[in-house]
């Protein structure tokens, strides 16, 4: 089983600013098969990027993905209100699909 | 409009079980491998089990040999047989539609409200 670890575990910031998460995978995910989501409070998760830097259609700009192998990043260059939320990465490079633990990005 | 509804969760004792139900409409349902991914109360999200159009299927660790997927393509519908529920199981269990159409590994693009499932004496 691959095990993502992400951080940090909260990321306490104010809107405007930018928001750097990160996932690390304890071995190098096929094909960069990554994919980050988010999930507001009593909703259902939200896919943003997939294959590990690749926009879902109607994300907006300001939401980014990086990295390769075990290192993945999701930035949030200047944060608005509605981005508040739980941030969690995913892997789909082999037939058992695991999830990080999530970051929580709160307001300062 | 692509959507995905879940039913079938419910209060039952440790040792039970229950078939979850997921209704897709608005895709071609039989192109589409499809997900369950559960999150317990306060926790984070853990994909639980999928299933090709063809009806291949794959399963996390903690639910092999309890749980068993299946669909129904001529209903648009997913199902999810979970026996033997221990405490741990209880979670709200989300299905999730595949974002890429064939067998092949992909994200998830689509997903229901979830429907909960509580274990409990």
């Known amino acids: 089983e691959i095990v993502l670890t992400q951080s940090p575990g909260t990321l306490s910031l104010s809107p405007g600013e930018r928001a750097t998460l990160s996932c690390r995978s304890s071995?190098?995910?096929?094909?960069?098969?990554l994919a980050w989501y988010q999930q507001k409070p009593g909703q259902a998760p939200r896919l943003l990027i997939y294959g590990a830097s690749s926009r879902a259609i109607g994300i907006p700009e300001r939401f980014g993905g990086s990295g390769s192998g075990t290192d993945f990043t999701l930035t949030i260059s200047r944060l608005e209100p509605e981005d508040f939320a739980v941030y969690y990465c995913q892997q789909y490079g082999n037939s058992l699909y695991t999830f990080g633990q999530g970051t929580k990005l709160e307001i300062k | 409009e692509v959507q995905l509804l879940e039913s079938g969760g419910g209060l039952v004792q440790p040792g039970g079980s229950l078939r979850l139900s997921c209704a897709g409409s608005?895709?071609?349902?039989?192109?589409?491998?499809m997900n369950w991914v559960r999150q317990a109360p306060g926790k984070g999200l853990e994909w639980v089990s999928r299933i090709t159009g063809g009806g291949f299927t794959s399963y996390a660790d903690s639910v092999k040999g309890r749980f068993t997927v299946s669909r129904d393509n001529s209903k648009n519908t997913l199902y999810l047989q979970v026996n033997s529920l221990r405490a741990e199981d209880t979670a709200v269990y989300f299905c999730?539609?595949?974002?890429?159409?064939?067998?092949?590994?992909?994200?998830?693009?689509?997903w229901g409200k979830g429907t909960t499932v509580i274990v409990s004496s």
């Open positions: 608005g895709f071609s349902f039989t192109t589409y491998a």
């Open positions: 999730a539609k595949s974002y890429y159409y064939g067998s092949g590994s992909s994200p998830m693009d689509v």
């Open positions: 071995q190098s995910i096929n094909s960069n098969y």
